[in-house]
């Protein structure tokens, strides 16, 4: 899985805009009271050129039913302002 939006990167003074680029969770470590999660943002879904990468921190839950952690992170990416809007892309072969 993961989320495309567009992105803005500046790169040497200048704006450049992504407008399908691909946010994929790369990493997550952590444990049960907090987990940190690196993010690759490339241009497209092709994965060609990587623009840039980010990383955040949120506290999973761990019931029964709970969601796989990777799936936790999408969902708190997704309530970041800065991925609103954004759009879940599921790669082929696996289910969200």
């Keep these: ?19 399908n680029s691909y946010h994929q969770i790369d990493l997550i470590n952590g444990n049960k009271e907090g987990l940190s999660m690196t993010v690759s943002v490339y241009d497209n879904h092709l994965k060609g050129n990587l623009i840039e990468q980010r990383s955040y921190s949120f506290v999973p839950s761990v019931a029964i039913d709970a969601l796989n952690f990777i799936a936790q992170g999408y969902i708190y990416l997704k309530a970041q302002p800065e991925y609103a809007g954004a759009v879940d892309i599921i790669e082929e072969g696996i289910t969200a």
């Design 1 to 19: 899985m993961a989320l495309q939006i567009s992105t803005s990167v500046e790169v040497y003074g200048t704006q450049l805009m992504f407008v």
